[in-house]
């Protein structure tokens, strides 16, 4: 499994912690920046690893910014992105089940490192249901 993560500088201290729990986990991954906390513009990051993941060089992206919200907003905008923003495991889980989920978006100043880092396992172990009714309703975000 290959993960692109990104953040801004809202995300960026829980992105280190991400990094480091993928790390030890043996999973792949490339940073795709900010590589430090100064303040960045959060499409500058989204943009790029959504990019990477609709182009299939990565299995899925991981996102950070302070709320979650712009960083999956801008993700979305890519023609063949499901980005999920989750402060909870079974949302986490759920997205991947139903919706087939390809990036997880976060916000760094809204979940503390330890649930973020379950709902990362969560995103990361849940697979895609392949239920008819699932693939139809995505289907239809596109077409
Ligand atoms: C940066 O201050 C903040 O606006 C950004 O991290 C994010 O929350 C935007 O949605």
């Known amino acids: 499994m290959k993960i692109a993560i990104g953040s801004d500088h809202g995300g960026f201290e829980l992105k280190q912690a991400v990094m ?6 043996g999973i792949e991954f490339k940073d795709f920046g900010c590589y430090d ?3 960045c513009d959060y499409p500058d990051i989204a943009k790029p690893v959504a990019h990477a993941v609709a182009d299939k060089e990565y299995d899925f992206g991981i996102l950070i910014c302070g709320t979650g919200i712009g960083i999956s907003i801008t993700a979305n905008k890519i023609k063949g992105i499901r980005a999920a923003l989750c402060s909870d495991c079974f949302s986490a ?4 089940l139903h919706n087939d989920a390809n990036i997880l978006a976060m916000g760094g100043r809204v979940v503390g490192p ?3 880092l379950k ?4 995103f990361l172990d849940t697979p895609f249901s392949n239920e008819e009714r699932h693939i139809r309703r995505i289907n239809k975000i596109e077409r």
């Open 114 to 116: 330890g649930l973020a």
């Open 37 to 39: 906390s100064k303040s």
């Open 20 to 25: 480091e729990h993928l790390t030890e986990r």
């Open 93 to 96: 889980e759920a997205t991947r």
């Open 119 to 122: 709902i990362v396992d969560t």
